[in-house]
């Protein structure tokens, strides 16, 4: 079974904050991706990462950034914590072609910022 | 530019009936579409993966549905339990070499027991 691991559940921090938010994948997957989850707005695409220490923004990657230094490890950084940013964080990932790109997620980091 | 949408937006139905859930996209040059079941305040799960060249796929009590040419799929969920409400959502991937998967909003299924 495809295992994506996040490393927090519930996460509250202060405005200003640096912010790390962790997902590790167990099944050897290219493909790792970060969503961020609002009411009314669905599940919209922060970033991407298709190998190792290679990334591509989303459709909303302001904000944010990632750092994939390991091929099952990927990372959100949010450089400095808004009150916008109090959002349900979901991570994915998938193998790719050999795959069919069959999408697997985390349970999702509940980020609030005050 | 590529729309998925999910319509209803909400459904409650009484434990044991069987019941239809829809999902219509723009373009139906698609790679694949994949079906979702979310839980409130969880992750999502992968309930089924249709490929663009299938017509439809099964698992248990569930089967999907894909007519390409019309940009629709349906989720099929026979004799439905307590125990499937959530939101069920659908995302196609398109062709080509984009790795992005567009979401539709979703469907909150509530079954009554």
């Known amino acids: 079974d495809v295992k994506v691991t996040q490393s927090s559940r519930y996460l509250v921090k202060r405005t200003g904050e640096k912010v790390f938010l962790e997902c590790v994948q167990d099944?050897?997957?290219?493909?790792m991706f970060w969503y961020r989850q609002d009411p009314g707005l669905g599940l919209r695409l922060i970033y991407f990462?298709?190998?190792?220490?290679?990334?591509e923004k989303g459709d909303i990657p302001e904000g944010y950034s990632v750092s994939r230094e390991k091929k099952e490890r990927f990372s959100l950084i949010l450089e400095s914590a808004s009150t916008n940013q109090t959002s349900m964080y979901l991570c994915?990932?998938?193998?790719?072609?050999?795959?069919?790109?069959?999408?697997?997620f985390g349970p999702g980091t509940r980020l609030t910022v005050t | 530019k590529q729309e998925v949408t999910q319509i209803p937006a909400a459904l409650s139905v009484p434990e044991g009936e069987n019941l239809v859930l829809n999902c219509s996209f723009t373009?139906?040059?698609?790679?694949?579409l994949q079906w979702f079941r979310q839980d409130p305040g969880k992750g999502l799960t992968s309930l089924l993966l249709?490929?663009?060249?299938?017509r439809e796929q099964t698992s248990g009590r569930l089967n999907a549905s894909l007519d390409k040419s019309s940009g629709r799929s349906t989720l099929y969920i026979a004799a439905s339990q307590p125990g499937d409400s959530a939101t069920y959502l659908c995302?196609?991937?398109?062709?080509?070499?984009?790795?992005?998967?567009?979401f539709g909003t979703g469907t909150l299924l509530a079954v009554q027991p």
């Open positions: 373009d139906s040059a698609i790679y694949n």
């Open positions: 990462s298709y190998d190792v220490k290679m990334k």
């Open positions: 994915a990932s998938n193998q790719g072609l050999a795959g069919s790109y069959e999408q697997y």
């Open positions: 995302a196609v991937k398109g062709g080509g070499a984009t790795n992005k998967l567009i």
């Open positions: 099944m050897d997957h290219e493909n």
């Open positions: 249709i490929q663009s060249s299938q």
